[in-house]
């Protein structure tokens, strides 16, 4: 963790230390609804083995916004920053490891020190950038340049996760999806 947190933003290492101190070790079987809709998410997750993902439900049908999987931070931020409710689910794909942080320990580490909050800000900035990039390439790709953008960016997503969760975060349908596994050469 101290590594991926200095890769973000340089803090001093006594510093990553205590923070990392604070966090504790949490482990859920696959398919465990960690946050559920109308749920506050009260810790967030650091990620050290399994994969996960983010999803709504409209209509009875899941979709999927974002797997998660080591090393990354995991969880609903809309939820978790602001303490309010999800809107999302997060689930277990496969059993998971995480280190985990309550919101109350991770204000009281960014209030006493300013290098943390900084590199909370850096993070937060990358990952806005990359709902933007998201956000782009669902509006502007078409549904064969979505799953070669994927395949070039994240490869080892085809093994590690269900073809119909790939499909769902891609937003092609799942026979499509198939057809282009088929017929796309990666």
Not at 67 to 77: D, E
Not at 83 to 96: A, G, N, R, V
Not at 110 to 134: C, D, H, N, S, W
């Amino acid at each position: 963790m101290k590594q991926f947190l200095k890769a973000i933003h340089a803090v001093d290492d006594a510093i990553l230390d205590e923070y990392i101190s604070c966090w504790e070790e949490f482990s859920v079987k696959r398919k465990t609804i960690i946050t559920a809709e109308d749920q506050v998410q009260r810790h967030m997750f650091f990620v050290r083995e399994g994969i996960q993902k983010s999803y709504y439900i409209d209509d009875g049908k899941e979709h999927v916004i974002a797997f998660t999987y080591p090393p990354s931070f995991s969880g609903i931020p809309d939820s978790f920053l602001p303490q309010k409710p999800s809107k999302y689910f997060l689930e277990t794909i496969t059993d998971s490891k995480f280190l985990r942080l309550s919101y109350r320990m991770h204000q009281e580490m960014m209030a006493r020190y300013r290098p943390k909050e900084t590199l909370f800000r850096i993070a937060t900035e990358m990952v806005l950038i990359g709902l933007i990039q998201r956000h782009h390439e669902l509006m502007a790709f078409d549904i064969e340049t979505r799953f070669k953008t994927m395949m070039q960016r994240s490869p080892h997503l085809l093994n590690m996760i269900p073809h119909k969760d790939l499909a769902s975060y891609l937003r092609i349908n799942p026979t499509n999806f198939s057809k282009l596994l088929s017929s796309v050469t990666i």
